[in-house]
């Protein structure tokens, strides 16, 4: 029934690994984004995918890479995780009209020891 | 470019007071967004503004545009606990972007 979902939802992981958050949407959106919210709870966009095709990609490291297989995922992959990397990641997802809101998964809590 | 910002970013308040959380934001825009988010949870959409003069309330919360001002409002009527929460206001830059607020950490004490 999750309109927005996330996995995994908590990820602790040393530096310099590997890994990869998934997320999917069962609300027919044809927008999904990538967000990152720091310990100050400030959302930064990272990426915006509509219909798989990539149409924001703001200044991340290239260590983050998205992949959309579907316009129902939206997957971010990191590589050489960071300390700095730590923080909470939301993917949401938007509907096609001018005003749609934008419906949130519940996080990813990345901890970089 | 389009900023948001939002004041007080930290407001601790008792029970049954009234308060109002600004949102301003610096180019055109005939939306504003108003959401809330509860502590280690997720962001939830709360209003939709629309357009100049918009206004619409959700048992004790009501907010308001002003696209001339520039100018959204987040009115607390009679704060109860449970509206504890940060708020965050966003604007849209482009039709599918939003651009956020800092948030404003609301804590309601009994």
């Known amino acids: 029934d999750t309109a927005v979902s996330q996995t995994p939802k908590y990820l602790v992981t040393q530096m310099g690994n590997d890994k990869s958050i998934k997320c999917e949407q069962n609300?027919?959106?044809?927008?999904m984004y990538w967000y990152k919210q720091d310990s100050k709870k400030f959302l930064k966009i990272m990426f915006s995918?509509?219909?798989?095709?990539?149409?924001i990609n703001e200044t991340v490291p290239n260590r983050f890479s998205p992949k959309s297989p579907d316009k129902a995922h939206l997957n971010l992959h990191i590589n050489s995780l960071e300390l700095g990397d730590s923080a909470v990641y939301f993917c949401?997802?938007?509907?096609?009209?001018?005003?749609?809101?934008?419906?949130f998964g519940p996080g990813t809590r990345l901890l970089v020891l | 470019e389009l900023k948001v910002e939002q004041n007080p970013l930290f407001l601790s308040m008792q029970e049954g007071k009234n308060y109002t959380i600004y949102c301003n934001y610096s180019?055109?825009?005939?939306?504003l967004y108003w959401y809330r988010q509860d502590p280690g949870k997720s962001l939830e959409s709360l209003f939709v503004l629309l357009s100049n003069g918009a206004v619409k309330q959700e048992g004790r919360l009501m907010a308001s545009l002003d696209t001339k001002a520039r100018l959204s409002t987040l009115h607390i009527t009679a704060a109860v606990h449970d509206l504890s929460a940060t708020y965050f206001c966003a604007a849209p830059r482009i039709s599918y972007q939003l651009i956020w607020g800092a948030g404003t950490k609301l804590i309601i004490k009994p």
């Open positions: 609300l027919g959106h044809d927008t």
């Open positions: 949401a997802s938007r509907g096609t009209g001018v005003v749609e809101t934008q419906y």
């Open positions: 995918y509509n219909n798989k095709e990539l149409i």
């Open positions: 180019t055109t825009s005939d939306r």
